[in-house]
């Protein structure tokens, strides 16, 4: 057995931050940031949304449009750098506020890359036996960890949650290929501001080289695509559609280029919602679904690139 997505689900803010928003408080205007990334605005946090409460209501809608009951789910598993709470986990905050009383929950960290590391490893529970029925959420909220002072970064990231609904089915073809490599964490990192020497305010924002994770991207990337689609025998055109990271629409273009791919094989949503770390491929794979464009039969893959660094890839087949 394998995991089936029956249900998918997504929730970003209500409050919309735009480029022109964004030069009124630093130096940067709306065309180079549409230039150099893709990217329009964003939906920022506000009132009483938290990384918690995207992240259930992205669960409800998966759940809804899977037709089951949120005492039917076996585990939650969710994927968060920035959750608004640290104990309990984000996904008992969950549990508790869709009422999935019969659930094992637990969070994981693999920044950008963590929605692809939290599918993969509820394929494994599956496979292995250990659940029937997994809620998989991507919840960000990096307006809290980003630096508004600093222009190369504050410009790329936004919050919001996705979720998929994966139940154990015969016949559903699933391969993944995952890394990481922490000698070259430095590119992306944040300081805890829980540490008993208090570190100085700017080291418990993201700080990131984006040079270095531009190049990181654009390698690693094609590399795990091309190493998932030997494990599967397929060349890259017999792929119907690549849900990538939504970080930089340039480092998609590129990717495509690089794999011999027209761009349309690329949904992108990039410049409606910027980076959401582990919520980009969830939040785009069901606006997708719910537009109808995901069908039955199609080959799909997902990939993922992050701090760590990390990056992955999973196969499915849409049933
Ligand atoms: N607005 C205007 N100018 C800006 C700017 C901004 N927001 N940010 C940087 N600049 C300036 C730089 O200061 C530099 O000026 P200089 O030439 O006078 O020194 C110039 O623009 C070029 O900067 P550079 O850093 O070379 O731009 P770039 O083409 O590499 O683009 C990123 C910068 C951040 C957009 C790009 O490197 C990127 O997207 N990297 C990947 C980041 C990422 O995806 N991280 C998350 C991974 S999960």
């Given at each position: 057995m394998t995991g089936k997505i029956i249900g998918t689900g997504a929730c970003v803010p209500d409050k919309v931050v735009s480029n022109d928003d964004l030069s009124k408080i630093v130096d940067t205007n709306d065309e180079w940031i549409r230039e150099r990334t893709g990217i329009v605005r964003r939906h920022i946090i506000s009132?009483?949304?938290?990384?918690?409460?995207l992240?259930?209501?992205?669960?409800?809608?998966?759940l809804n449009m899977g037709g089951i009951a949120a005492k039917e789910l076996d585990m939650i598993l969710l994927s968060s750098i920035s959750s608004n709470v640290i104990l309990p986990c984000t996904a008992c905050a969950v549990q508790r506020l869709i009422g999935a009383v019969n659930?094992?929950?637990y969070d994981l960290n693999a920044a950008c890359s963590g929605f692809v590391f939290a599918y993969n490893a509820a394929q494994a529970h599956i496979m292995s036996g250990m659940c029937n029925t997994v809620l998989v959420i991507g919840a960000d909220c990096l307006s809290d960890l980003t630096n508004w002072k600093d222009r190369s970064s504050c410009i790329l990231f936004g919050d919001g949650a996705g979720a998929v609904v994966l139940q154990a089915a015969e016949g559903v073809p699933f391969a993944f290929a995952m890394h990481s490599d922490g000698q070259r964490g430095g590119s992306i990192t944040c300081q805890s501001r829980n540490q008993n020497n208090c570190p100085p305010l700017e080291e418990t924002y993201m700080k990131m080289d984006g040079k270095e994770i531009f190049k990181f991207a654009s390698t690693k990337v094609p590399a795990v695509l091309h190493e998932l689609l030997e494990k599967v025998s397929m060349k890259p055109e017999e792929?119907?559609?690549?849900?990538l990271h939504q970080a930089n629409g340039r480092i998609i273009e590129i990717i495509a280029k690089k794999m011999g791919l027209d761009l349309s094989k690329f949904p992108m949503n990039v410049?409606?919602?910027?980076?959401?770390?582990?919520?980009?491929?969830?939040?785009l794979l069901d606006e997708v679904n719910r537009k109808g464009n995901i069908l039955k039969g199609q080959k799909l893959i997902m990939c993922s690139f992050g701090a760590g660094l990390s990056w992955g890839a999973a196969y499915l087949e849409w049933q």
């Open positions: 009132g009483e949304e938290t990384t918690v409460t992240a259930a209501e992205a669960g409800k809608r998966a659930a094992v929950c792929i119907d559609a690549y849900f410049a409606e919602y910027a980076n959401t770390s582990s919520g980009t491929i969830p939040i």
